[in-house]
């Protein structure tokens, strides 16, 4: 069964600084997609990355970069020179296969920036 | 509409109680998805529909909860005698396709059984 752990549940940082997010995942297939969602004080999950178990090429966003590694489990997700506005609960995902949007979560990091 | 859209968005009920929970997906959107999220927990995945049919309902907790799309849009996910445990957040997915393609949440209904 696929499994999706973010140790840190919660981490506090003061605006500009640096924050890396872990999430080490567990799965049988070879063949699966990793996602980060936001979420916002108002609920809503906002998706941000997909990426799927061929590709781990790390990818940059803006302030956002993710470190893909096969060999730990691992999908790192850093915020670059944090903001307040990046407060808010952070998940890591997994689905199998074909599974499509069928996601396995982890337990959410609750990140808040401090002016 | 824009986007996913939940209602109520909140909804009190007496334990032993029926609620109906709908989900208007984003049009067009053929996957549709639900989830549970108990309070500071991540989703669990409960149901999934490609067009008007269930093809994944193995997140169902137990035969009280039931979800319907019948016309392949808009969908209810009902839960029966409401037991205090089912009190979370109840969100609603949309994708444009059942893969390779991002989800889309609305903001959930807010279940509180008293």
């Known amino acids: 069964a696929q499994k999706v752990t973010q140790a840190q549940t919660e981490i506090s940082v003061v605006e500009k600084e640096d924050v890396t997010l872990d999430c080490v995942y567990e799965?049988?297939?070879?063949?699966?997609?990793l996602f980060w969602y936001k979420q916002p004080p108002s609920g809503e999950l906002v998706f941000l990355i997909r990426r799927n178990s061929f590709d781990e090429q790390n990818e940059i966003s803006g302030r956002y970069s993710w470190n893909f590694q096969k060999s730990t489990s691992s999908f790192n997700f850093t915020i670059t020179a944090s903001q307040v506005v990046d407060s808010a609960v952070y998940f890591c995902a997994l689905s199998e296969g074909s599974a499509g949007n069928m996601l396995t979560f982890g337990g959410g990091t609750r990140l808040m920036v401090k002016p | 509409g824009a986007g996913v859209s939940q209602t109520p968005s909140n909804k009190v009920t007496e334990k032993g109680k029926y609620v109906e929970l709908r989900c208007d997906p984003i049009s067009g959107h053929t996957a549709l998805y639900w989830y549970r999220q108990s309070l500071g927990q991540g989703p669990e995945f409960l149901i999934y529909f490609q067009g008007t049919g269930a093809a994944d309902d193995s997140g169902l907790p137990n035969d009280r909860f039931f979800a319907v799309r019948p016309e392949g849009s808009v969908s209810t996910l009902k839960i029966q005698r409401t037991e205090r445990g089912d009190s979370a957040v109840y969100l609603c997915a949309s994708s444009l396709t059942s893969a390779g393609t991002e989800a889309f949440f609305g903001q959930g209904t807010r279940l509180t059984v008293v």
């Open positions: 799965t049988r297939d070879t063949t699966y997609y």
